[in-house]
Every structure is written in C-alpha cells, then in structure tokens.
C-alpha cells in the first residue's frame, strides 16, 4: 500500500502505542499487529493483519490471516484510512504551520489522521473516554474486551482477542457492563451506540454520511459534542472535525477559552483534525 511521503510515521505509531489493547493490538516501532472480524457478503470473518511500514519505498506491508482474504478489499480500505494513508502532506502541512508546537517534540512533517480498523470500536472507545485520561480509558476498555470480546487463534502469543461486536453490547446486561467500573451514563451511550450500529441505523465508516451520521449520533443519550467530533476525526476521516472542548487541545494552547480555541482553529481549516493531533503531540513526554 503507497502513501506520499514525507510521514510522520513514528508520530502515528506513538499514538496507537499508547492505546494499544493487550490482546487486541500489539505496536512497534515498524507498525501494528491486530485481531479484526468484519462481516463479507453477510458472513462473519475473524483473523489478524499485520501492517508494516517500509519507509524507503513509502509503502506499508500487509499480512493478514487466510480466513480474512475473501474480504481483501474490505481489509486494504481499512488499513489504508487506519494510517490515513491517502493524505496529501504538501496540502496539510503549510496550513498547520502556525500549530504551537513543543521544544520537547518539534513538529514533523507529514502529519497523519490515525483512525482505524473498525469504526464502532473507534466510537466505543471515544465513549469510554469521555472525561478520563487516555490511561483510564484504555483500562476500562480492556475490561470491556476481557468480558465480552472473543477468542480467536492466531501466530501470535500476544493476539488473542476480538473487540466486542455492536451486536454483543447492545444485548448485554447493563449491569454487567457496569460492574466493569464504567458508569451508568456512559453504559447507556455505548449501548445505544451499539443497537444503533447493530440495527444498521448508523453506519461508521469514512464512506458514510457527515451530516446525518453526526446528525444520528448527536440524538444518542450521553454522546455529546466532544464525542461526535472525536467519532467524525477517528471512525469517519473527517479531516476538519474540531473537538474544541478537548482537554489536551485547550491545554496544549494554554487556555479554557473555548472560544477563543474555536477563533483559533478557524486558521486550520479544513484540517483541523490534524491540528488536534499535532496539539496532542506538544504535550507527549
């Protein structure tokens, strides 16, 4: 798979590094390792992919299980927007170049979205992270994978588990989702993201929609503005969402003025998206 370069690869890697799921996803410094299951021609699928950088050639590598291949497709679509391999640097980069950037972490040119291989477990995990630090966040998620993720056999001792399914979360118990230390306001949007997903009402993928998935996800309870706009980024490669109230944007820019921030943003469109990855970058040790 062929991307322009320059890239930012080691920025994208660092970030999924970070929210990697034991399990689920293992990250070196050369790319990802990860369980999938998608559905082909209405038949469920479930194996692994292993995405590798090779960055003299401006390619990444691809492996991916046999029972995966029937959907090849599908699997090089989803890689392709998970490292946000068909941006354009020589578009994006002179637009963020007034984006505070951190002595500590110099910019570097060719900034990706990093988005990923399925768009409900993007939109779930942006649920569990409302008002938590990314470390919490990926705690609880764990939890989540542990109790009602699948198993799944691979090559690799540190790949084990499947995401849960939109389907599997909309038919939980909530208290048994609830009894993973995830509180009742955001048990109620995760399911209510997951029957939605499930009953195909909305669809989260960078194909679908704008106006009417944002529109369908707003109307969810306990989805708000941050995480709409964090979905729009990450599962929907919107490259100009702008979560202005984000806690890491508004202390990256040394303010609380939410609307001064959005004043500011305005200079970034229509890649704001990319301006939240760079001012997220500025506060990485």
């Not at 492996?63 to 020589?90: E, I």
């Not at 944002?214 to 989805?223: M, S, T, V």
Request: proline content about 8%; glycine content about 8%.
């Amino acid at each position: 798979l062929a991307y322009r370069p320059p890239c930012d690869m080691a920025g994208l890697l660092r970030f999924f590094a970070v929210r990697a799921l034991p399990g689920v996803e293992a990250v070196d410094g050369h790319g990802v390792r990860r369980t999938l299951a998608l559905s082909h021609q209405g038949r469920p699928l479930a194996g692994w992919v292993v995405a590798r950088f090779v960055p003299t050639r401006h390619e990444v590598e691809l492996q991916l299980a046999p029972a995966l291949l029937p959907a090849l497709g599908t699997v090089l679509q989803r890689v392709r927007h998970a490292f946000d391999l068909d941006a354009d640097p020589a578009l994006i980069d002179p637009v963020l170049a007034n984006v505070p950037v951190s002595t500590a972490r110099p910019a570097r040119p060719g900034i990706r979205l990093p988005g990923g291989m399925d768009g409900f477990e993007i939109a779930a995990r942006a649920i569990l992270g409302q008002q938590v630090s990314v470390a919490a966040a990926r705690t609880l998620t764990l939890r989540l994978v542990e109790r009602f993720g699948t198993a799944v056999l691979t090559p690799f001792p540190d790949l084990h588990r499947l995401f849960p399914d939109a389907a599997t979360l909309a038919a939980a118990r909530p208290d048994a989702i609830g009894r993973l230390g995830i509180v009742r306001q955001r048990v109620r949007a995760l399911q209510a993201l997951a029957a939605a997903v499930a009953e195909g009402r909305i669809a989260l993928h960078r194909g679908a929609p704008l106006a009417a998935t944002l529109e369908a996800l707003r109307a969810l309870p306990g989805i708000g503005e941050w995480t709409t706009e964090l979905i729009a980024m990450r599962a929907l490669a919107w490259p100009d969402a702008f979560p202005a109230s984000d806690i890491g944007v508004l202390n990256a820019l040394g303010t609380r003025d939410i609307r001064r921030v959005k004043a500011l943003a305005d200079e970034w469109r229509p890649w704001r998206s990319y301006a939240v990855i760079r001012l997220w970058q500025t506060l990485e040790k």
